[in-house]
């Protein structure tokens, strides 16, 4: 069986994905699809990844004039 992430990690991950769901509200963009990437959750990697997922293309262009 291979080691999971510590529950301290996922804890510090979640907080940074709410992080980034507040910073992107304020912005006026949702991404309904954030959160953690549950295959880098099951197993140890070197760090977990968010999953950014998909997105219409009017929020994907408010996200990039954001980003500008």
Request: one cysteine or more.
């Amino acid at each position: 069986m291979k080691e999971q992430h510590p529950a301290l990690c996922i804890e510090g991950a979640e907080e940074v994905v709410e992080e980034l769901r507040a910073a992107l509200a304020k912005a006026g963009i949702t991404l309904p699809s954030l959160g953690l990437d549950p295959v880098s959750l099951a197993r140890q990697t070197p760090c977990l990844l968010v999953e950014l997922g998909r997105c219409s293309v009017e929020t994907a262009r408010r996200l990039a004039a954001v980003l500008r």
